[in-house]
C-alpha cells in the first residue's frame, strides 16, 4: 500500500469555539505531522496517524486568549506537547470520495473516539516530481470530554467558552513510498 507523509507546510488543523454563546472564535496548529497508508483501491483499507504540536497553535486574534489556551486552563502545553489522532476504521461512501474516518483523538492524555466526515480532493504531480494527495475532514467534540473544563458564567446567563469544538483539518501528503509485492 502506497505510504505518504503530511506535508506540514500544505496542512492545517483548525478548531473554532462559540465565544460568549454569540459568535465563533477560531484558531489553529502550525505543526502537523503524520503518516498516511492510503490504498485507492480499497479505501477501506487505509489509515492514518497525526501528531499536533501544541504550542505551535496560531493566533486566535488576541495573545492574551492564545496565552490562556496555552495554560494549564486549557491545552497545558507545558505538560502535554502534542495531540494525536489515530485511525481505527475507514468507512467509504459516495464512490470512494468520501469517508468515515473513526480514530482514537487524545488531548491532555486523555483519549476518545471521534469520527470525521473526510474527502478525497485528489492527486496531483508537484512541479517537483512529487506526488501529493489532499484531503479534507471535519469533526466535532465536547471539549469537557477532554478535560478542557475551564469557563466562566456571564452575568447574561450562558458561558464565556463553548463546549463544542468544531475541528477542520486540510492535508496534503506526499508519497514516499510503494508497496512492495511480497
Not at 450562558?158 to 477542520?168: A, Q
Request: proline residues 4%; charged residues 20%.
Amino acid at each position: 500500500m502506497p505510504v505518504y507523509k503530511l506535508d506540514s507546510t500544505h496542512t492545517a488543523a483548525e478548531f473554532s469555539a462559540r465565544h460568549m454563546m454569540i459568535t465563533t472564535v477560531r484558531g489553529g496548529f502550525k505543526t502537523v505531522n503524520g503518516t498516511l497508508n492510503y490504498d485507492p483501491q480499497n479505501p477501506a483499507n487505509s489509515s492514518v496517524e497525526a501528531v499536533i504540536e501544541t504550542n505551535s497553535m496560531s493566533s486566535t486574534g488576541l495573545d492574551q486568549r492564545d496565552g490562556h489556551l496555552k495554560s494549564a486552563d486549557f491545552l497545558d502545553v507545558a505538560n502535554y506537547p502534542t495531540i494525536t489522532f489515530k485511525s481505527t476504521k475507514v468507512e467509504p461512501y459516495d464512490n470512494n470520495t468520501r469517508a468515515k474516518v473513526t480514530g482514537d483523538l487524545t488531548i491532555r492524555d486523555v483519549t476518545r473516539s471521534v469520527v470525521l466526515d473526510v474527502e478525497f480532493l485528489g492527486e496531483a504531480k508537484s512541479p517537483y516530481g512529487h506526488t501529493a494527495i489532499g484531503f479534507t475532514g471535519t469533526t466535532k467534540i465536547n471539549r469537557e470530554d477532554f478535560g478542557l473544563t475551564w469557563n466562566m458564567a456571564l452575568e447574561t446567563g450562558g458561558w464565556l467558552v463553548g463546549k463544542e469544538i468544531t475541528i477542520n483539518v486540510d492535508a496534503e501528503a506526499i508519497l514516499v513510498a510503494e508497496a512492495q509485492p511480497a
